[in-house]
């Protein structure tokens, strides 16, 4: 079955095909032959006779890997199942990026703001953060006004850009 | 002065069990106190006694006065130590503990308030011959009254807080016109920090060092000084990296530092461990910032080259004895690295979730002080500090080296950290060279991504393994992440060298 991986931006096509101790997986169509042992809280997967120290652990919808001492938060989809689009770096919602309380919101609909100007001031450990237009763009919306307590992932502000 | 034989730890996370690791080396009893938060946390499990103070916001917890010592009276502990942060800078609490009868491990309530009033604070320090910051008095919060301050001072200014510390409440303003903004915002931010809005007006120095001096005093009229720290190393204004000594200073300007340091915990006649933070400029001048009158986050970095436990001096104060060393003599270079739960790729936003995985670093001079375990969670009510990873070398680059090993062996998982921000920072040229200042960051590592290592594709195979494991638990029963869960270990039968496969 193939699965696909979002590692940040990217998206990784991995094919299982063996299961076991040993596997057999083709990893963006590369074929690669592993096997794997569990010792305690750790795997060793080895490929080509070389060890690797590999952790998972499960959070929420995520997983997180360790191998060795690089850390990778990976999501897994089956393929054909609706896909993670890829986050655009120029996301149209601007989202709270952590719970936290909103100060200031800077814009109303139809305003228009430049790259840099400030749309909405967030305050989270007695820190505030201000959340600023990442290009020129028409705010086409506003999800928040200044008090409200806001989760992370809520859309504050919808912008089109130009 | 008095007795220290049960310590009440008003505090929690890494500097709660870093007092506690010295309480019980000393044999003295420790009382943990924890909120709502912080039930199962490590400093609560470790401590020989632990009593609830209230939910997990920290002013209806760790900042209530009255909660903290009904707990001391309720565990019969007869001292209290601060550690840093909530109520360690707070004069009112130490005149309360004091009044209960109780040991303040910590300067006196009047060196406390005196240091803590930025703007008296720099009155006293001129008048003692300590080099200060031109800057105003406590300004009405009204931006033409900056304004007005400003035309005096020069451009660039930085709007600081008067009860402020840690960043909090500070702006730099560099054209007149900011006032406008940043006048109110800072006095938003310093009465939600400090309950207290009030603000005044400092030149802004470019590319400083910051330098600060561990001075410590007993009460037998004794103040020595154990060297300098380089904390250049900022975001947010909060320092990231420490060391000592410090790549910039050399003999006379360590000597004057000192010197200027001494003279202004002298002013206070000041008790107990407290720290003289200081700007180096680039021309070699320095100038008073503040003296913080606890232990600091960052005392590690001078344990590592003096051989002294500054906890164990702070109660050996605290019960009237001398220090226990006469002088000392810094061996070798210690770096100090804090992880914390934020996004260093997103303008450092803390981030929060559950630690699902800990694997701490170890080894020869190196040093982990933590706050964390497998299963704490981490929210967003208290600092992200999560730990702070120290080396010890025998120089700067072999402290340097074991640092970068050393961050590469903590692992995190569950939690996003600023690991591999950290290891940027310690790899970058300019570290190494030691060409530290406090816009360090923005410089050199102002658009930070998080690097892809050589092994994604191996990581999103274990993904996969992980996800099609037999028993594995799914997602959704994973929203209670509070509770332990058991771990993927312990639901991955099949995957057992020479298993059947699902």
């Given at each position: 079955m193939k699965h696909l991986v979002t590692i940040g931006v990217d998206q990784i096509e991995v094919e299982l095909n063996g299961v076991g101790s040993e596997i057999d997986a083709?990893?963006?169509?590369?074929?690669?032959?592993?096997?794997?042992?569990?010792?305690?809280?750790t795997w060793t997967l080895t490929i080509d006779e070389r060890p690797q120290q590999v952790r998972v652990a499960h959070a929420g919808d995520q997983l997180w890997v360790s191998v060795g001492s690089e850390i990778y938060r990976c999501t897994v989809s089956e393929e054909g199942e609706s896909g993670r689009a890829t986050a655009s770096l120029r996301s149209p919602e601007v989202t709270a990026p952590m719970p936290g309380k909103v100060i200031e919101v800077a814009v109303e609909v139809g305003q228009r703001v430049a790259a840099g100007d400030t749309l909405v001031v967030l305050e989270a450990m007695k820190m505030e953060t201000v959340l600023t237009a990442e290009a020129a763009a028409e705010v086409v919306g506003v999800q928040t006004s200044a008090g409200a307590m806001v989760e992370p992932g809520h859309t504050l502000v919808e912008l089109a850009f130009d | 002065m008095g007795a220290v034989?049960?310590?009440?730890?008003?505090?929690?996370?890494?500097?709660?069990?870093?007092?506690?690791?010295?309480?019980?080396?000393?044999?003295?009893?420790t009382v943990a106190v924890f909120s709502d938060a912080d039930r199962g946390a490590p400093h609560v499990r470790l401590a020989d006694e632990a009593m609830p103070i209230g939910p997990a916001p920290a002013r209806e917890s760790y900042l209530l006065v009255e909660n903290i010592l009904a707990a001391a009276r309720a565990t019969g502990a007869d001292a209290v130590h601060p550690g840093y942060g909530f109520l360690a800078e707070n004069a009112a609490f130490a005149r309360a503990v004091e009044a209960a009868g109780l040991t303040f491990v910590g300067p006196a309530p009047s060196a406390?308030?005196?240091?803590?009033?930025?703007v008296a604070a720099r009155q006293l320090?001129?008048?003692?011959?300590?080099p200060v910051v031109p800057a105003s008095g406590v300004l009405p919060p009204e931006p033409a009254a900056f304004e007005a301050a400003a035309a005096t001072i020069g451009f660039p200014v930085v709007i600081k807080a008067a009860a402020g510390g840690g960043g909090k409440g500070m702006r730099i303003v560099r054209t007149a016109a900011e006032f406008a903004t940043a006048v109110p915002r800072a006095a938003r931010e310093a009465t939600s920090a400090?309950?207290?809005?009030?603000?005044?007006?400092?030149?802004?120095?470019?590319?400083?060092?910051?330098?600060?001096?561990?001075?410590?005093?007993?009460?037998?009229?004794?103040?020595v000084h154990l060297g300098e720290r380089e904390c250049s190393i900022q975001r947010r204004h909060q320092k990231i990296v420490e060391e000592t000594p410090s790549p910039a200073v050399e003999a006379p300007l360590r000597e004057a530092m000192i010197a200027a340091a001494l003279r202004a915990a002298g002013a206070v006649d000041y008790v107990g461990a407290g720290t003289v933070e200081m700007l180096l400029a680039a021309d070699g001048t320095f100038y008073f910032l503040e003296m913080n009158t606890r232990l600091q986050v960052e005392h590690a970095v001078t344990e590592m080259v003096t051989g002294l436990d500054l906890v164990r001096e702070q109660i050996l104060v605290a019960r009237g004895e001398p220090l226990s060393f006469q002088e000392s003599t810094p061996r070798g270079h210690a770096i100090e690295c804090r992880l914390y739960s934020e996004d260093a790729s997103q303008q450092f936003f803390p981030a929060t979730g559950t630690v699902h995985a800990l694997t701490e670093p170890s080894g020869p001079f190196v040093r982990f002080d933590s706050g964390i375990a497998e299963g704490s969670v981490i929210g967003v009510e208290y600092d992200p500090m999560l730990a702070k990873v120290v080396t010890w070398g025998n120089t700067r680059?072999?402290?340097?080296?074991?640092?970068?090993?050393?961050?590469?062996?903590?692992?995190?998982?569950?939690?996003?950290?600023?690991?591999?921000?950290?290891?940027?920072?310690?790899?970058?040229?300019?570290f190494t060279a030691g060409d530290t200042h406090t816009a360090f960051l923005d410089e050199h590592l102002p658009d930070w991504t998080p690097p892809v290592g050589p092994h994604r594709d191996l990581a999103a195979l274990a993904a996969v393994l992980a996800t099609r494991a037999p028993g594995t638990r799914v997602a959704a029963n994973q929203a209670d992440s509070a509770n332990a869960e058991p771990s993927l270990w312990e639901t991955l039968g099949a995957w057992r060298p020479g298993g059947s496969g699902p």
């Amino acid at each position: 079955m193939k699965h696909l991986v979002t590692i940040g931006v990217d998206q990784i096509e991995v094919e299982l095909n063996g299961v076991g101790s040993e596997i057999d997986a083709r990893i963006d169509g590369t074929p690669l032959h592993a096997s794997i042992t569990r010792d305690e809280s750790t795997w060793t997967l080895t490929i080509d006779e070389r060890p690797q120290q590999v952790r998972v652990a499960h959070a929420g919808d995520q997983l997180w890997v360790s191998v060795g001492s690089e850390i990778y938060r990976c999501t897994v989809s089956e393929e054909g199942e609706s896909g993670r689009a890829t986050a655009s770096l120029r996301s149209p919602e601007v989202t709270a990026p952590m719970p936290g309380k909103v100060i200031e919101v800077a814009v109303e609909v139809g305003q228009r703001v430049a790259a840099g100007d400030t749309l909405v001031v967030l305050e989270a450990m007695k820190m505030e953060t201000v959340l600023t237009a990442e290009a020129a763009a028409e705010v086409v919306g506003v999800q928040t006004s200044a008090g409200a307590m806001v989760e992370p992932g809520h859309t504050l502000v919808e912008l089109a850009f130009d | 002065m008095g007795a220290v034989t049960k310590l009440l730890i008003a505090n929690r996370g890494e500097i709660a069990v870093r007092i506690i690791r010295t309480c019980r080396m000393m044999g003295v009893g420790t009382v943990a106190v924890f909120s709502d938060a912080d039930r199962g946390a490590p400093h609560v499990r470790l401590a020989d006694e632990a009593m609830p103070i209230g939910p997990a916001p920290a002013r209806e917890s760790y900042l209530l006065v009255e909660n903290i010592l009904a707990a001391a009276r309720a565990t019969g502990a007869d001292a209290v130590h601060p550690g840093y942060g909530f109520l360690a800078e707070n004069a009112a609490f130490a005149r309360a503990v004091e009044a209960a009868g109780l040991t303040f491990v910590g300067p006196a309530p009047s060196a406390i308030e005196t240091m803590g009033d930025k703007v008296a604070a720099r009155q006293l320090m001129e008048q003692n011959g300590v080099p200060v910051v031109p800057a105003s008095g406590v300004l009405p919060p009204e931006p033409a009254a900056f304004e007005a301050a400003a035309a005096t001072i020069g451009f660039p200014v930085v709007i600081k807080a008067a009860a402020g510390g840690g960043g909090k409440g500070m702006r730099i303003v560099r054209t007149a016109a900011e006032f406008a903004t940043a006048v109110p915002r800072a006095a938003r931010e310093a009465t939600s920090a400090f309950g207290d809005g009030r603000l005044y007006l400092e030149r802004y120095l470019e590319r400083p060092r910051h330098i600060e001096v561990q001075v410590f005093g007993d009460r037998h009229g004794r103040i020595v000084h154990l060297g300098e720290r380089e904390c250049s190393i900022q975001r947010r204004h909060q320092k990231i990296v420490e060391e000592t000594p410090s790549p910039a200073v050399e003999a006379p300007l360590r000597e004057a530092m000192i010197a200027a340091a001494l003279r202004a915990a002298g002013a206070v006649d000041y008790v107990g461990a407290g720290t003289v933070e200081m700007l180096l400029a680039a021309d070699g001048t320095f100038y008073f910032l503040e003296m913080n009158t606890r232990l600091q986050v960052e005392h590690a970095v001078t344990e590592m080259v003096t051989g002294l436990d500054l906890v164990r001096e702070q109660i050996l104060v605290a019960r009237g004895e001398p220090l226990s060393f006469q002088e000392s003599t810094p061996r070798g270079h210690a770096i100090e690295c804090r992880l914390y739960s934020e996004d260093a790729s997103q303008q450092f936003f803390p981030a929060t979730g559950t630690v699902h995985a800990l694997t701490e670093p170890s080894g020869p001079f190196v040093r982990f002080d933590s706050g964390i375990a497998e299963g704490s969670v981490i929210g967003v009510e208290y600092d992200p500090m999560l730990a702070k990873v120290v080396t010890w070398g025998n120089t700067r680059e072999e402290a340097r080296l074991r640092m970068l090993a050393a961050l590469g062996h903590t692992v995190v998982l569950g939690v996003v950290t600023n690991r591999d921000f950290l290891r940027a920072v310690v790899a970058h040229a300019a570290f190494t060279a030691g060409d530290t200042h406090t816009a360090f960051l923005d410089e050199h590592l102002p658009d930070w991504t998080p690097p892809v290592g050589p092994h994604r594709d191996l990581a999103a195979l274990a993904a996969v393994l992980a996800t099609r494991a037999p028993g594995t638990r799914v997602a959704a029963n994973q929203a209670d992440s509070a509770n332990a869960e058991p771990s993927l270990w312990e639901t991955l039968g099949a995957w057992r060298p020479g298993g059947s496969g699902p």
